[in-house]
Each structure stands twice: as C-alpha cells, then as structure tokens.
C-alpha cells in the first residue's frame, strides 16, 4: 500500500466514526435513523475499491476495538463487538471488500443502476448473511430468529444504498480512485 | 470524544493488555459453546464480581451499555416467543455475560495501550503489506480526520442552511467527498515531501 493509499484508508474509516457521531436525521415513514454507519461501508467499498475498502473498514473496527466511542450512538469498545449485532461491524468490512471487487469489474459503463444493485448486492444481502451468523453464535439465537429481528433495518439500508451509488457516481465522475491511480487529480 | 477507559489502580487494571485479550478470546470461546444455564449464571456472576474487583461502577457500565443491552433484550424477548424460557435465558446470560467481559477490558486498559497490542496481534498481516508503521500512520491520521471531518461537515450545512437551501441537500454527499479526498490528496503528499515513503521502500528493499 502506497502513502496515498494509507490516507485514503484512514479518511475512510474517520468517515465512518463522523457517520456515528453525526446528529441523526430522522426520515418521515422509516423508523430507522439515516445516520447509521453501513453507508460508511457502502462508499468505501464504491469510492476505493476492494483492498482499501476493506481496510478502512478494519482499521475503523480497530479504533472501536481499542475502545473510542465512535459507533453510531457514541458506542464503542470490545463489548459492542462481542454484542448481538457484532457480526454487521465485522461484516462492514466483507461488505467493503465485496462491493469494492464489483463495482471494479464494472468500472467501464458503470451506471447509477447498476452500482445501486452492487450497494444492495454487498451492503444488504451478503452483510445480512454475516450478521444473522452473527447475532446466531453470539446470542445462541435460531438463525430464522435473528433474521426476524433484523428485517427493520432493510428499508433504512436501501436508502444508504441509494445515497452511496449517487455519491459513487458523483466521484468516479469528478475524482475516479479506480483503475485510474487517482495521481494526477487537479483539485 | 472521550475514550471509553475509566482509570484505577486494581489488578485488572495492572495487567497487560495482551494478557486481557487472551483471556477474553479463551472466555469469550466458552461462553458461545456453553449451553447449560446454571453454569452461564455462574459466568454471568463471575463477570460482575470482576467489576467490582475493578472498582467500575455497575451502574455507570450499564449505562454506556445500553443500547446492547437492548439489542440483546429484543433477542431475549424473540426467544421467549419463538423458543420457550429456557431458551430466552441462556440467549440473556450469553450475550450479557460475553458483553460485559468484554467491556470489562476495554474499560480497563489504556486506549494506546489497546492500539499497541491490536497491532502487535496483527504483525502477521505485515506479509500482506501492512508495515506496523504504515498501521501506526493511519491509525493517527484516522484520529487526526476525524474532527477535521466533523467541521467540513458543519461549515457546509451552515453555509447551505444560511442560503435557505433545504438541509437535507447535504445526503448528496458527492461534491463533500471530493471536497475531502482533495483533502485528502495534498495531505498525501505532504508526507510523501516528508520522506515517509522513502523509509518503508528502503525496508522493502531489505526485506
């Protein structure tokens, strides 16, 4: 990894901590507030691809780790981890890492449609798979269980997935970082 | 932003921060294969005597551990409905228990005691291309963006709300994020001017 790269990195998992600290804005009919961090993961994984993507995520779950309040809510530490919905912060990471590999095998002629099926591709569907495993070996919970539990989230989480494919499209338009080496970049 | 430790001087506190995780993985690992309900009460109760031994205050833990105790109480109230009591209770004293071990570490050690051994535990990624000092960079440029972020946020949204514009026209997070990776950018190469690079490629070479 480059210095370039390394930067990138950490100002993607600072994003995330400023997507938990954020005032929540509430959204009319979703019961969910749009502040939660899963958008984090979504714009890593859109913006810089799969090996920095995931690594902002892991250096993020790093910062939590090491005990900064800087979950959604001011939570944070190792017991957040180890918690129910540990499994969705670990799987920020896989979710980074799969929308960040696809959106770079469909850099050419990608389009608002198809990063916004990526985003609920990698952010919804595979992220859910992890966290219910998740939610199931941490709280001894039923699979079908968890899954119950967790189906609130969806419709918050498409709007995330909405929000981060504009945001995707407006960055490879105005400051690709894919395949494009992101050097020569006038700002 | 506060880090989460609450300093004291017991023997929790003493130990090394390698140790405390070690531990937590080996507990954490027996509480998940557990199944019997007297024994996890028995975890559960171990667990609180480990706070007090710490001199935390229980109810000032409870509070910071809110919102998971609520999650883990959605779960517990699913298993009551779906799975009987018995169920329900072994869900509570799992989660509860593993939570509050866990917490129970970050409460007690150091956050750059906790950064130094996160990255001494991820010394084998290093094959990977992650040098200690490439992690130690971006860990404290990642602290560094964070307020930094937060003011670009709040100068954007004021300068929006001062014009009328509506406020939810900052979820289109595009001309901020360029804004940042610019940001970003010039940062990039005033390490770069700084003669980072040169240290790690010369270490590339030794290797």
């Known amino acids: 990894m480059s210095v370039r790269d390394v930067v990138l990195v950490a100002l993607f998992a600072a994003i995330m901590a400023v997507l938990g600290l954020a005032p929540k804005i509430e959204v009319g009919f979703i019961p969910v507030p749009i502040t939660a961090q899963l958008l984090g993961a979504m714009l890593a994984g859109s913006i810089l691809g799969a090996l920095r993507g995931a690594a902002a995520m892991a250096l993020f779950l790093l910062l939590v780790a090491a005990g900064l309040p800087v979950l959604a809510g001011g939570r944070g530490g190792l017991g957040v981890l180890a918690g129910p919905s540990g499994g969705f912060l670990v799987g920020y990471a896989v979710a980074a890492f799969v929308i960040g590999a696809l959106t770079e095998r469909f850099w050419r002629g990608l389009t608002f449609t198809k990063l916004l099926a990526i985003n609920i591709f990698g952010g919804i569907i595979v992220l859910y798979a992890i966290g219910i495993l998740g939610i199931s070996l941490l709280a001894g919970v039923p699979l079908k269980t968890a899954a119950y539990g967790s189906m609130i989230f969806v419709p918050g989480d498409i709007v995330k997935a909405v929000l981060a494919a504009a945001a995707g499209m407006f960055v490879k338009r105005g400051y690709p970082l894919i395949h494009d080496g992101g050097d020569e970049h006038q700002c | ?207």
């Open chain 2, 1 to 207: 932003m506060l880090a989460l430790y609450v300093p004291g001087n017991s023997a929790i506190h003493a130990a090394s921060a390698g140790l405390k995780l070690a531990l937590l993985l080996i507990a954490g690992a027996a509480i998940a294969i557990l199944s019997s309900v007297p024994v996890l009460a028995a975890a559960l109760a171990v667990a609180l005597a480990l706070y007090i031994l710490a001199g935390l205050s229980l109810r000032a833990a409870l509070r910071a551990l809110m919102p998971v105790f609520l999650t883990i109480g959605l779960f517990v109230l699913l298993q009551a409905i779906f799975a009987g009591a018995n169920a329900a209770a072994l869900t509570g004293l799992k989660a509860t228990s593993l939570v509050l071990l866990a917490s129970l570490v970050t409460f007690t050690t150091r956050f750059s005691d906790m950064t130094d051994a996160l990255i001494a535990a991820s010394r084998p990624l290093a094959g990977l291309g992650l040098s200690p000092e490439k992690l130690g960079l971006a860990l404290a440029m990642a602290i560094r963006f964070i307020p930094v972020l937060m003011k670009d946020y709040q100068d954007v949204q004021a300068a929006r709300l001062a014009r009328g514009a509506s406020p939810w026209g900052v979820l289109a997070l595009g001309p901020l994020l360029v804004k940042t990776l610019c940001m970003a950018n010039e940062l990039a190469e005033a390490v770069l001017a700084r003669g980072f690079e040169e240290r790690g490629s010369r270490e590339r070479r030794g290797k």
